[in-house]
């Protein structure tokens, strides 16, 4: 006891740290106060297990080292904040990374709107009021050749929008074989329930027809919804109702008919090959009332929902209160309305929105791109581990074109040392670990015990970084 008393007398002050040399990059790193509670923490856990004997004796300069060793430790662990990674995963609409890198021209106008004032809901013409959503109606409009249109958060609350503003207290009628769930919770029939109207589902899950929805029609029904199968593919025999046919059924009974496309294609574009997605402009052509798509999938933009259909529909779900909570901030609008701007221009469009860029990458540019991360790693690694170039399958993500992944190349790491595993976290925690250094956190899978870049999703001038990153986390080790 007197020993442990002895010891408890050696635990440093929360100033003492702070002022310690020690502490200054992490200091740099995080708000000072930040940095007090954490010590608060980690001095009061010391104390308990300097009491407890669960510590050996330490001086008080090895208490005061190993106090803002684990505060700086937890601040990184708990504290890392949003910020930029590298994406060597080939996987180019990553929900959990962003889903789409924005082009240059869209950010531009982004930061113009962001930083300042913006006609956003004023009509300059008037000086009066004005409507958000004038910034992309029009083009919209061009691009689907659809009445009306209305953006709003985000794709699942356009469908939610649709539905309680259309079908609150009456049926809507789903096939079967789309009772997608998307992830992050949003599954078909739960959207249905929450917004008030009554799911009835029709068919089978591999076949339904069209007098599957004829039947089921009843004088509550209100809405006849497709759903585009984003993420799952149905092979074998399978039959499922043309959009053409389902319009015209709705039409002839007086139903709203509804398409959720999901990712959704403005323009048909020949350089992405097999990569193909229906176009809104189809969907309506269609007969669709309404149709809804994403605007960070396919679309390469931001985080956005599209409705485009019929005018009086439009004009019926903007009037309902769920239209102002589900409503798009100025940002994504800003941005949004730049990106259709450079779909109103397709001949650059593959070269400057960097999803279809990468989905439209040729083979010798991927395996340019594979041959120079593969010399870089190989001069940075300095024979520490073993890089190669091999065939990879990429894929678009974001819930689009399930079963279908493009040929690429990636570039193979194994270390002669540690494991992959350990070096795959390492990467991924590296920003943390040497603050002040300008190093990207790089999240890259492994494979058979290797570690993959994927090259398609690098952004330009990222080979350099892995292979920089990589020669500082092989520091100190043996060839
Ligand atoms: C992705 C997707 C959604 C949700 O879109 P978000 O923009 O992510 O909200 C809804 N329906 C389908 C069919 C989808 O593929």
């Known amino acids: 006891?007197?020993?442990?008393?002895?010891?408890?007398?050696?635990?440093?002050?929360?100033?003492?740290?702070?002022?310690?040399?020690?502490?200054?990059?992490?200091?740099?790193?995080?708000?000072?106060?930040?940095?007090?509670?954490?010590?608060?923490?980690?001095?009061?856990?010391?104390?308990?297990?300097l009491l407890q004997g669960e510590m050996a004796p330490l001086s008080r300069s090895e208490l005061t080292a190993l106090a803002i060793l684990r505060a700086c430790t937890s601040l990184r662990e708990q504290a890392r904040g949003i910020q930029p990674v590298i994406n060597a995963?080939?996987?180019?609409?990553?929900?959990?990374?962003?889903?789409?890198?924005?082009?240059?021209?869209?950010?531009?106008?982004?930061?113009?709107?962001a930083g300042g004032y913006s006609n956003l809901e004023f009509d300059l013409t008037t000086g009066k009021r004005g409507s958000r959503q004038v910034h992309v109606e029009k083009a919209l409009l061009e691009l689907t050749g659809a009445e009306a249109a209305l953006v709003v958060n985000n794709n699942a609350a356009a469908v939610f929008l649709c539905i309680n503003a259309l079908a609150n207290g009456k049926e809507v009628i789903v096939s079967r074989g789309e009772q997608v769930e998307i992830g992050g919770s949003f599954r078909i029939p739960d959207v249905i329930r929450q917004s008030g109207a009554k799911l009835v589902e029709v068919g089978t899950t591999n076949i339904t027809y069209l007098s599957d929805y004829a039947d089921s029609i009843t004088e509550t029904s209100a809405v006849l919804l497709k759903v585009h199968r984003s993420n799952f593919r149905l092979v074998g025999f399978t039959a499922s109702v043309d959009p053409r046919e389902l319009a015209a059924l709705g039409r002839s009974r007086g139903l709203v008919t509804m398409e959720d496309l999901g990712s959704g294609s403005l323009i048909d574009l020949p350089e992405l090959g097999q990569v193909r997605e229906p176009t809104v402009r189809e969907s309506i052509a269609s007969g669709m009332d309404l149709v809804t798509f994403s605007g960070d999938k396919l679309l390469g933009g931001p985080q956005a929902g599209i409705i485009v259909g019929r005018r009086?529909?439009?004009?019926?779900?903007?009037?309902?209160?769920?239209?102002?909570?589900?409503?798009?901030?100025?940002?994504?609008?800003?941005?949004?309305?730049?990106?259709?701007?450079?779909?109103?221009?397709?001949?650059?469009?593959v070269k400057t929105v960097p999803a279809l860029q990468m989905l439209a990458m040729t083979e010798s540019e991927i395996e340019a791109r594979a041959k120079e991360l593969a010399s870089l790693l190989t001069a940075a690694t300095l024979g520490k581990g073993d890089v190669k170039i091999i065939d990879a399958e990429d894929q678009v993500g974001g819930g689009a074109l399930p079963g279908i992944s493009v040929a690429g190349k990636a570039v193979a790491f194994r270390p002669n040392h540690g494991s992959s595993d350990e070096l795959q976290a390492r990467l991924r925690l590296v920003a943390g670990q040497y603050p002040g250094r300008h190093v990207l956190p790089v999240v890259a899978p492994l494979e058979g015990g290797q570690l993959i870049f994927h090259v398609r999703t690098l952004i330009s001038g990222q080979e350099l970084e892995i292979a920089k990153t990589l020669a500082v986390l092989m520091e100190g080790t043996s060839p």
């Open 89 to 113: 995963t080939g996987v180019i609409l990553h929900t959990n990374l962003g889903r789409a890198v924005l082009p240059k021209v869209v950010i531009d106008a982004l930061a113009s709107i």
């Open 312 to 349: 009086h529909l439009v004009e019926k779900l903007a009037r309902n209160p769920l239209a102002r909570i589900v409503r798009i901030d100025k940002l994504s609008l800003a941005a949004l309305a730049a990106l259709l701007r450079l779909y109103l221009e397709p001949r650059h469009l």
């Open 1 to 49: 006891m007197i020993d442990a008393k002895n010891h408890l007398r050696k635990l440093p002050s929360i100033d003492s740290c702070l002022a310690h040399p020690k502490a200054e990059a992490c200091l740099d790193t995080y708000p000072r106060q930040w940095m007090v509670s954490a010590l608060r923490v980690v001095i009061d856990q010391m104390r308990a297990e």
